[in-house]
């Protein structure tokens, strides 16, 4: 349904032109395992509230989601709208692509939340590059001005500031 990565494993930019196996190890240099999480739409938009106010780590990358977030009562408010932009319940259930660092606990990430036992998956047999890579050669060629990639009218995330956002009255 969604991913989210986190600011620190991406370390440079990608280079113009064709990209080699060691150029992008240069740019994710981690040899980080993909994982999955299952959570409620109520518990991802708190994982991503802690993420857009945390001083610490910078803002988290997401995927196949958009985050909207407003003040309200001095307190940063996520809410969760799909690709065709309907909401997402607080009651559904998301299953979230990231890194097993973020899943185990890495950068705070999901310790903002009490995710029960057996709704994480660290085990998948593949690493978070080999990923990138298999995506990116479906693709052929990736293009900055894409907006199946970045889509100004319809960014992934909207915040009422920049990261690290503090409310009014916080």
Do not use: W
């Not at 945390?54 to 989601?65: K, L, N, R, V």
């Not at 894409?146 to 009218?153: E, I, K, R, S």
Request: charged share 20%; aromatic share 4%; glycine share 10%.
């Amino acid at each position: 349904d969604a991913a989210i990565g986190n600011a620190g494993s991406v370390r440079d930019v990608l280079p113009q032109g064709e990209l080699t196996y060691g150029q992008l190890l240069h740019v994710m240099p981690f040899d980080n395992e993909l994982a999955r999480v299952e959570l409620t739409g109520a518990q991802f938009a708190k994982v991503l509230e802690g993420a857009f106010t945390d001083e610490s780590h910078g803002t988290p990358a997401i995927s196949g989601i958009r985050a909207r977030g407003t003040c309200e009562n001095g307190v940063l408010h996520v809410t969760l709208l799909h690709p065709d932009n309907a909401p997402v319940r607080d009651d559904e259930l998301l299953t979230i692509a990231t890194s097993d660092y973020l899943a185990l606990g890495g950068d705070n990430l999901f310790t903002r939340i009490a995710i029960p036992p057996g709704k994480v998956q660290t085990d998948l047999g593949k690493s978070v590059r080999d990923a990138l890579i298999a995506g990116m050669a479906k693709r052929h060629v990736l293009k900055p001005d894409d907006p199946a990639l970045v889509d100004p009218n319809h960014p992934r995330i909207a915040l009422p500031g920049v990261t690290p956002i503090r409310c009014p009255g916080q």
